[in-house]
Structures are given as structure tokens and as C-alpha cells.
């Protein structure tokens, strides 16, 4: 078997050296490098070459790249690096990878040209002062051909142990059964469908009931279409930890039922966690000057990637586990894991966010990967959030304090723009279709001034200058792909008077997107295939809009497995939950929920649509009747706590948990059999009428003609039937949902309520 790499790739692999160090310093953008590179290159003589396509071989290996530049007079190959402040600040171990790069350039020039020797010049650019400082060593070409054929040979015997796991892996999938004796009802439609647009590598949009099993219905498909599709990496992508600890879940459950006739499953898996939930030393700085585990960080490396890839299994445990063992830090061995699993399962932000690690990897390493989406209901407003961003003006007053002086000026001149915008409205917030003139530039000019200060080492390091300068460059980044699909808008943080002094009064500025089709449809056609699922998909128009689906997206809807008479569903048409009218139905709300207990004791679920109103019904209901055993939602809640809360769920148990719609509870629990018997559901779950949320219904209007729909209605009733889904999780389970408010009646509400439910 053959094996192609770039010098990048290779170096990487076999060059990386000493600590892990995440201190910040500021480095150009791509922008500012390609101009550096040409700055450079622009001082050369007459015939120097750019851009130099070099390729060499060592056994099955080909290696390919590209040299910045030859001086052929001089026989003198140079690596261009540009960089900001300091050179003497540079981390060795980035150096150390720089001169390995140049090495292996060095090698390839000399076997194209035929050279027995030649110059290396690694060529530093400080992209502020235009100085370069040229780095050079003499080289034989017998010296780089033996670093050459060593660091080849370190990298095939690692490709040919991938190689072979790879086809191991692919025989064991194609042999993978369902772990169950058949298929459920419907969950062989939603395989199907899963196996179709992953062999022909298509977008699919599948809504299928709560309680069939999609989480089984799409990874068993998915993985045994990996050998016919060629894919390299499955990613389990899901917006809140019970859906991801439900996969990881089913893929034991796969590899449990593979081991009971074969031998162990040769899968891959990792679990991709929070840096907060993985880190072993959070007091401590992410350098070898502080951490232990960053210490030789990359020198203890290859060992313990070899021992994890050994146990297959990646969670959490086994990760720390081996970092535990061989002394590194367990975060960053699974973000150096993600290279060489077969299926890693995270949050949504790993792929879809501005800068995701996983994107931006499957790019360069040009991987061809398939995306699982669950519970995909929840991405719109997730991608929203991704591709919006703040800046707080109180903490520019805050950094000014510490600031150089040319950061000081640059910070008065954003003070002018963003004045001028406090002027316009000092009390109200106010929304522009447009960015202001000058604010961007000046922006602009901040972060360079404080890029400039960042990187003088001897300052001592400002949590709040670094912080507001990760916030502008990300409103600069989303700056530039402002389109009709945002808004920019304005609130007031300490409003003036009207017409007064503008400096007195503080804002903060928002691009705030409102439809992140433009921005994830890019990240859906990188991938191989992609399958957006969940309960809730309905209307999928409304999916296709929000999301970018591709023109050629296939929708499926399940049926369902569940009959109308096991689910009671009854309409309180006597109760009203609007803002105006809750005080006065809350003591009919309460006996409704006391009358429902009553006649069939046993665990119910009570959602509401704030912490107050739930304080309020839950205060009521104690008062009532306390006899009756009751646990609440907090909105302080850790994910120890919100455990609890779904521990009090027992199997023949009864009490009523009061929570609150669209939270941790609404969706992703999973509460078979008597564990759940009903819920009452005391809201229609949609948005509050604010400014905001106005400004997302005109646009919506005039984007799709649909703005009260697309901003109000289809995202409540979303949440109304995942809550609803909690109830009926199998054929044999039966249970009541209580619809608490007279809305629900409404045409337009009973649209997009389950077509299955016989609403009494």
C-alpha cells in the first residue's frame, strides 16, 4: 500500500518536541502572512524562485510540499516565517518545528537538483517593522537524506499500524449486527434511510419519533456503510450531554454484541469533553513553567497515543487513565486523539463553530467524514449563537487601565465610533440592518495596538486586555461575513438622557445572527454525508431555511411505532398561561395536576416557561397538597444535581418534578416504563415578545413570509412535543400529556403538534 503526506503533516508527527505551551502571543492572520511572504520575496534578486513544488519517496511513502524559496546563485533554500514582537520569545518547540520543516525541504531540493550541499535560511518576518532576521546553517545532502529516510521511516511504521487497523476495522463493520433481535417498529425505515445518504454521500433530514431508538438507527447504519462509503471518521455531534452519553452508550452496546461472536471491535472511539471537565490542574497555566502534565508534554506523547489507541474505547475515564500513567494532560491528548479515531462524539460546536477543531482538521487533513446530528431541532439556535458576537463597553473601560499608550489611542478612537452609536439611541436598544462606517477599521486598529503590547514578554499578562482581544477579533471575523442573515444592534447599559452627553451613557455592541444558513452551509458540504436527526423536524421548509440544507437534502418522516390510545392527550381549555392572566389560573392549574395525580398515582413531569412561574405553581401546589412528594429545577443547577433530579424518576416511584420547558429535562432524558407516566406542559414555549425578538420576526417576514411562525410558534411548539416525548419511550409504555392553555387548541397550534395524537 502506498502513502501520501505533506512535510507539514510529517514534521508534525515525528519533530514535535518539549512542553506544551498555550500561553498566549499574538500571531499574524493569513492575510498578514501571505503579505509578509510576498514582502520577503519582493527583496530577492532576479531569478529567485517562490513557491518551489517539491515530492520524494521512501519506500511506499511519498512526501509533498511546497518551499517559500531558492536563491540558486547562493544554492540557498529559504522557509519563510512570519511573526509579531519578540523573536526571542518564540517557544522552542515551534523553532524546533520550523528547522525540521526546512530539513525535509532541504532534502527534496537536494534530490531534484542533484546538490551535494546547499544553504538553509529559516527567514523570520516581523510583520509590525518589516525587520527580517535570517536564521542559517550550512547542510550536506547525506545529513538531510538520513534525517529524512529516519523521520519516513518513524511515519510509515505508524501509517502501515493505521493502514492495517483501518482494514480491520472495515471487515469488523461489515460484519456488525444490531444488537437487538430486530428492528423497532419505524427504526428500520430510519436505518435505511441513514444507509442510503451515507453510501451515496448525500444530506438527509429525518425526523423520527421519540422512543424508536434513533440513536442505535443511525450510528449502526452509518458505521456499516464506512467501508463502501470510504469514510474516515464518523462524528457523533449533539447540543447537550445526555444525547452524547447516549451514544456512547450504543456504541457499547454495538461493540458488546460484535465481541460476543468475534473478536473485539476494532473501533475507535473518542469522547470529545469541555477543556473545564477534563483538566486535572485547573488552578494552573496551560506551559511547562506551571503545569506538570504540559511539562515534556510532546517528548511523553508518542507513548501515551500509542498505549490510548491500544484500548480502543477513548471516554473519558480511559483518557485520564493514560495520561494518568504516562504523565500527560488528558484534554490535550484527546484533542491529539481526534487525528486517529474512527468515531469521536462531541458537542456541535467541534465541527460547526467559527474556528471547530474538527473542521478545521478534516480540511487540512483532507478527511472524509460523516456527520450523525442529534437531536438537530437544536442547532439553528446553537449556530445563532456561534456566529454572533458582543463587545461590552464598561470593559473597555476596564482595559484601558492597563493599557500602553498606543493602545490608549487606539481605544479613543473606537471611542468616537462607538459614542456616536450611543448618541443615536442613549435609552432604548436599536437595531441596523447595516455595520456603522468606521467602527470595523477602528476595531481594526485596536487589536494591532494590542497585538503590539501582547507580545513584549517582560509586560506582565492582562486576563482582560487578552479577553477583549479574542472579542474583537471574533466581531472583526464576523464582521466580515455580515450579510442580510444579521443584524447589528445596540443596547444601552447605563442609559442617558435623551439628547445628553452620549459619553455618559455605556452599550453593548451585538452582530447578532438571526439565520445561520450562509455560515453552516459550507461546513455541510465539506462532509461526506451528513444526517440531521430528531422528534422534532416539522415543518422541515422551516429546517431547510434556517440551516442551508443542500437542494438535493432528502427528508423522511417516520412513522410512528406508538398507538393514539397509549397517550392521553387532553387540552385545558380553561386555563390561561399568558403573562396577564397566570395569577388568576394558577389555582385552577394546580388542581388540574392534583386531579390527574389523583386518579393514577405515580411520576409526573411539570413544565413551565420560567423559574418564576414555576416557583409560583410549585409554591401553590405544596401549600395544596403536601402529601404529595415534589423536587424542583434551580436554576444554579451542576450536572451532578440535574442527575439527581432524574434519579428521583424510579420505576413504580411516584411524585411530580416541576421544571422548566426547553431546559435540561425538556429533552434527552430518557424515562421508560412507570419512571414517567404524564406531563403537563403550562406554556406554548414561545420566545418573549422584546425588541429582539421583534427584530427577528420582520426579518423572518422578509426573508420567508412567515416572520410570527419562524420566530415564535414552530420554536415553541418544539419544545412542547420534546417534553411530551418523554412520556412514551416504548410500544408497552402508556401515559397522560396535559396541554395547559387554551392556545393549544388553535388550528394553527394543532399543526404542528404529532399527527398520531388523538387530542381530547
Excluded at 124 to 140: D, F
Aim: net charge neutral; aromatic share 8%.
Amino acid at each position: 500500500m502506498t502513502y501520501t503526506v505533506a512535510v507539514r503533516t510529517l514534521c508534525e508527527f515525528t519533530a514535535k518536541r518539549g512542553d506544551l505551551d498555550l500561553r498566549f502571543t499574538p500571531s499574524p492572520d493569513a492575510s498578514e502572512g501571505r503579505a509578509g511572504h510576498a514582502a520577503i520575496a519582493a527583496r530577492r534578486p532576479a531569478g529567485y524562485e517562490t513557491e518551489i513544488a517539491l515530492s520524494g519517496t521512501y519506500g511506499a511513502l511519498t512526501v509533498r510540499g511546497r518551499a517559500d524559496g531558492y536563491d540558486p546563485a547562493r544554492r540557498r533554500l529559504e522557509e519563510f516565517k512570519t511573526y509579531r514582537g519578540d523573536l526571542d520569545a518564540m517557544r522552542e518547540n515551534q523553532r524546533a518545528l520550523h528547522w525540521a520543516q526546512l530539513r525535509v525541504y532541504g532534502a527534496l531540493m537536494c534530490e531534484k537538483l542533484g546538490l551535494d550541499a546547499l544553504e538553509l535560511a529559516l527567514v523570520y518576518y516581523e510583520i509590525g517593522t518589516g525587520r527580517e532576521t535570517a536564521l542559517v546553517e550550512p547542510a550536506s545532502a547525506q545529513q538531510l537524506r538520513a534525517e529524512f529516510e529516519a523521520q519516513c521511516a518513524r511515519f510509515v511504521a505508524w501509517a502501515e499500524q493505521e493502514s492495517a487497523h483501518r482494514a480491520a476495522r472495515d471487515t469488523a463493520l461489515g460484519a456488525l449486527r444490531l444488537p437487538h433481535a430486530r428492528f423497532r417498529q419505524g427504526q428500520r425505515d430510519l436505518a435505511e434511510a441513514v444507509w442510503r445518504a451515507a453510501t451515496q454521500g448525500r444530506c438527509l433530514l429525518a425526523q423520527a419519533p421519540t422512543g424508536i431508538g434513533k440513536t442505535i438507527g443511525t450510528l449502526f447504519p452509518q458505521l456499516k456503510a464506512c467501508a463502501r462509503g470510504n469514510i474516515d471518521k464518523v462524528l457523533f455531534l449533539s447540543a447537550k450531554s445526555p444525547g452524547r452519553q447516549l451514544a456512547l452508550d450504543a456504541l457499547d452496546t454495538l461493540a458488546e454484541a460484535h465481541a460476543k461472536d468475534n473478536a473485539r471491535l476494532p473501533l475507535r472511539v473518542l469522547e470529545l469533553v469541555a477543556r473545564d471537565k477534563a483538566c486535572e490542574h485547573p488552578e494552573l497555566a496551560c506551559h511547562g513553567q506551571s503545569c506538570p502534565l504540559a511539562r515534556g508534554f510532546y517528548d511523553r506523547l508518542p507513548a501515551a497515543r500509542a498505549a490510548a489507541l491500544a484500548r480502543v474505547n477513548l471516554k473519558r475515564e480511559t483518557l485520564r487513565e493514560v495520561a494518568g500513567e504516562h504523565a500527560v494532560c488528558p484534554y490535550y491528548l484527546g484533542q491529539e486523539l481526534a487525528r486517529w479515531s474512527d468515531v469521536i462524539v462531541g458537542d456541535y460546536n467541534y465541527y460547526f463553530d467559527v474556528s471547530a477543531m474538527l473542521f478545521m482538521l478534516g480540511a487540512h487533513n483532507q478527511w472524509r467524514m460523516s456527520l450523525l446530528v442529534d437531536e438537530a431541532h437544536n442547532l439553528p439556535e446553537r449556530a445563532r449563537a456561534m456566529y454572533s458576537a458582543e463587545l461590552v463597553q464598561t470593559r473597555v473601560d476596564v482595559v484601558r487601565r492597563a493599557a500602553s499608550a498606543p493602545v490608549k489611542r487606539a481605544l479613543t478612537r473606537l471611542a468616537r465610533h462607538w459614542n456616536a452609536q450611543n448618541a443615536l439611541s442613549p435609552e432604548a436598544w436599536r437595531a441596523s440592518d447595516a455595520l456603522p462606517d468606521g467602527l470595523v477599521p477602528a476595531l481594526g486598529d485596536v487589536i494591532a495596538a494590542i497585538g503590539d503590547q501582547l507580545a513584549e514578554p517582560a509586560l506582565v499578562r492582562d486576563a482582560e486586555l487578552e479577553r477583549f482581544y479574542f472579542d474583537a477579533l471574533h466581531f472583526v471575523r464576523l464582521a466580515e461575513r455580515f450579510d442580510e442573515q444579521s443584524i447589528f444592534d445596540v443596547t444601552p447599559l447605563q442609559p442617558g438622557k435623551a439628547g445628553g452627553n452620549a459619553q455618559r451613557t455605556r452599550s453593548t455592541l451585538c452582530i447578532r445572527n438571526l439565520v445561520p444558513a450562509n455560515a453552516l452551509r459550507p461546513r455541510l458540504a465539506a462532509a461526506h454525508s451528513v444526517t440531521l436527526f430528531s422528534a422534532t423536524l416539522a415543518p422541515a421548509h422551516y429546517y431547510a431555511d434556517m440551516l442551508g440544507l443542500p437542494a438535493n437534502t432528502v427528508q423522511v418522516e417516520i412513522g410512528t411505532p406508538f398507538r393514539a390510545e397509549q397517550l392521553d392527550v387532553q387540552i385545558a381549555r380553561d386555563i390561561s398561561t399568558r403573562y396577564k392572566d397566570r395569577a388568576r389560573s394558577l389555582e385552577t392549574l394546580v388542581e388540574r395536576v392534583a386531579r390527574q395525580y389523583t386518579a393514577r398515582p405515580g411520576n409526573y413531569l411539570c413544565f413551565f416557561s420560567s423559574y418564576d412561574y414555576l416557583q409560583q405553581a410549585a409554591d401553590v401546589f405544596v401549600a395544596r397538597h403536601p402529601q404529595i412528594d415534589t423536587w424542583r429545577q434551580s436554576r444554579t443547577m451542576d450536572e451532578a444535581q440535574q442527575q439527581g433530579f432524574v434519579a428521583r424518576f424510579v420505576e413504580g416511584g411516584s411524585g411530580i418534578g416541576f421544571a422548566v420547558l426547553g431546559g435540561a429535562f425538556g429533552e434527552g432524558i430518557d424515562l421508560p416504563g412507570t419512571r414517567l407516566i404524564g406531563t403537563f406542559i403550562a406554556t406554548l414555549g414561545m420566545p418573549q415578545v422584546n425588541p429582539v425578538n421583534e427584530a427577528m420576526r420582520e426579518r423572518m417576514e422578509t426573508l420567508y413570509g412567515a416572520g410570527f411562525d419562524y420566530t415564535y410558534l414552530i420554536p415553541g411548539l418544539r419544545k412542547v412535543v420534546q417534553a411530551a416525548g418523554r412520556v412514551i419511550r416504548s410500544e408497552a409504555d402508556s401515559g397522560v400529556v396535559h396541554l395547559l392553555d387554551d392556545r393549544f387548541a388553535r388550528p394553527d397550534v394543532r399543526a404542528l403538534l404529532p399527527a398520531w395524537w388523538d387530542v381530547a
